[in-house]
């Protein structure tokens, strides 16, 4: 049974990594305030919310790829660091100190200055195992063949970044390699780099819906274990905005990572502790804006994910004669078998009966079907839709 101290203890230890985690994403006062904001703000405004909304989703799908450098390598170099203090000859408990300032380090953005000082631990070591070979607290064969395999690895990880990212540097003078291991990039940089990882998705939505919505709707930022995207409330329904189509309620966004992570075990150990130190995976935090433009945020619930269900069965029927009279398509459906078959995935999972979700999805087969025959669109002479478990299977007929 789990004492009142002990409960106060975990919270207090939830409260520090959640700070941590938060600033991550937050938007600041002067992301705000950026001109790039402000001006990708009024292209992507529509005349109604699930025209914004969709614009600012569509608008990061097709601008922004995903910094997969960015996501792995922040982990990867952290790990490597550690593993190599472990066998750096120290005194356990420095050793456990320093992979904690390591920890707080990176999330302060000096992730590449603590690499250089390990570099330089470990050039010291190398050079007293050749200087002064028997002084007690020489590494073995061992700790130097760990070492030199750690720090290699470390090696090998910058200089793909660097050959990497040399083109981009060539079209973009201002990109900082630095910067793929910073865990918190301002807006500006996001825009003009053009790369993203999930809390810099949230960051630029959460800033955009800031601009044109607030304060007459709340906006929220929505965090699961390992992720985390920004989200609106219209008319007593929150949605979800989360790098890809369709917008989503967030019922259905839960929903959706629920089946997504079902089957992760990396993300079923993050959800037991986050139901520790939390009390549920569904963290819903609302951000508060005052008077001098500083953003805070203030938790509003934190809530469990549900079972997975079944997959709903989808009305594929409706669904084609909506596309079919929003696109004019006559569905001339002459021939057995269509010309064209796109895989629509996680779309049957996503589907809502909700004007904001629907109009969302229906520009996101547009979108499909438009990677897939460009300006031939009127081509088109019907549209056959199928389910196939959580995906959607659209049947395209050409002349």
Not at 171 to 188: A, W
Request: with cysteine; hydrophobic share 45%; charged share 25%.
């Amino acid at each position: 049974m789990m004492t009142e101290d002990s409960k106060a203890r975990l919270e207090g230890v939830g409260w520090f990594f959640k700070l941590l985690s938060c600033r991550q994403f937050l938007p600041s006062k002067e992301d705000l305030e950026c001109e790039d904001t402000k001006e990708l703000s009024k292209r992507l405004m529509g005349d109604s919310y699930k025209e914004t909304l969709t614009n600012i989703v569509e608008w990061q799908e097709k601008n922004i790829q995903y910094w997969h450098e960015r996501a792995d390598m922040f982990l990867l170099l952290y790990l490597l660091s550690s593993v190599s203090l472990c066998f750096i000859p120290l005194s356990s408990y420095v050793g456990i100190f320093l992979i904690i300032v390591i920890f707080l380090m990176c999330f302060l953005n000096f992730m590449l200055f603590v690499v250089g000082v390990l570099f330089l631990i470990t050039e010291v070591i190398v050079v007293l195992s050749v200087v002064i070979p028997y002084i007690a607290s020489i590494p073995t064969i061992i700790e130097i063949v760990v070492l030199s395999t750690t720090f290699g690895g470390i090696i090998s990880l910058l200089l793909y970044t660097m050959l990497k990212y040399r083109y981009l540097k060539a079209s973009q003078p201002e990109f900082r390699l630095e910067d793929t291991f910073k865990s918190s990039l301002s807006v500006k940089k996001i825009l003009r780099y053009r790369l993203a990882i999930c809390r810099d998705y949230a960051k630029i939505s959460a800033a955009l819906l800031l601009i044109s919505y607030y304060p007459s709707n709340k906006i929220y930022f929505i965090t699961i274990p390992q992720h985390v995207a920004a989200a609106i409330k219209i008319r007593d329904k929150m949605y979800v905005l989360d790098q890809r189509l369709p917008v989503l309620t967030i019922e259905k966004w839960m929903d959706f990572w629920s089946r997504r992570m079902s089957k992760s075990f990396v993300f079923k150990f993050s959800s037991f502790l986050s139901r520790i130190f939390k009390g549920g995976e569904v963290g819903i935090y609302e951000l508060v804006v005052d008077g001098g433009r500083n953003i805070k945020m203030k938790e509003a619930d934190c809530q469990k994910l549900g079972k997975v269900t079944a997959t709903p069965q989808v009305d594929v029927e409706y669904l084609m004669k909506m596309i079919a009279y929003d696109m004019a398509i006559s569905q001339n459906l002459d021939k057995k078998a269509p010309d064209l078959e796109i895989n629509l995935k996680n779309f049957a999972a996503c589907y809502h009966r909700d004007e904001i979700v629907e109009f969302s999805l229906l520009k996101a087969i547009k979108n499909k079907l438009e990677s897939e025959l460009c300006e031939n669109l009127r081509k088109i002479k019907g549209i056959k839709i199928t389910q196939n478990q959580e995906d959607l299977v659209l049947g395209v007929y050409i002349s």
